[in-house]
């Protein structure tokens, strides 16, 4: 299991780790656009897909992987058609190249009512030296 030292209290709290590895796979749990700092979520789009994939970097450092070692990116969306160019504009900063395999899905809701999106990853340590 792979929680950064700031994820401890929601790993405490919620019961559930940032990631789990076995081998060089590595499942990271669905990250939203919540400001670390301060608790809330971000306003607007690229503001919270730009948090969502930060989590991702920082839960895939913890775990000896990179960005660039992500081999599936599942994205929820509470407004798919609305708000997909931005998210993949911001998603494109994150990953330039290698593109991984990707499904994107439309909800109803997320976890608070502000939350736009949401984005889990499986990634494969190593992957991305090839």
């Given at each position: 299991?792979?929680?950064?030292?700031?994820?401890?209290?929601?790993?405490?709290?919620?019961?559930?780790s940032?990631?789990?590895?076995?081998?060089?796979?590595?499942?990271v749990?669905?990250q939203?656009?919540?400001?670390?700092?301060?608790?809330?979520?971000?306003?607007g789009?690229?503001?919270?897909?730009?948090?969502?994939?930060?989590?991702?970097?920082?839960?895939?450092?913890?775990?000896?992987?990179?960005?660039?070692?992500?081999?599936?990116?599942?994205?929820?969306?509470?407004?798919?058609?609305?708000?997909?160019?931005?998210?993949v504009?911001?998603?494109?900063?994150?990953?330039?190249?290698?593109?991984?395999?990707?499904?994107?899905v439309?909800?109803?809701?997320?976890?608070?009512p502000?939350l736009?999106?949401?984005?889990?990853?499986?990634?494969?340590?190593?992957?991305?030296?090839?």
């Amino acid at each position: 299991m792979i929680n950064p030292p700031h994820t401890l209290e929601k790993y405490d709290r919620l019961h559930f780790s940032q990631a789990t590895r076995v081998g060089d796979l590595i499942w990271v749990s669905g990250q939203v656009g919540i400001d670390p700092a301060t608790q809330t979520p971000a306003d607007g789009m690229k503001a919270q897909t730009r948090f969502a994939f930060e989590g991702i970097k920082t839960v895939l450092e913890a775990a000896g992987a990179s960005l660039t070692d992500i081999v599936e990116l599942t994205t929820f969306h509470t407004d798919l058609r609305g708000d997909i160019a931005e998210f993949v504009q911001v998603k494109d900063e994150y990953l330039p190249d290698r593109y991984p395999s990707w499904t994107a899905v439309g909800v109803t809701q997320l976890a608070l009512p502000e939350l736009m999106v949401e984005v889990r990853v499986v990634a494969s340590a190593g992957s991305g030296d090839d």
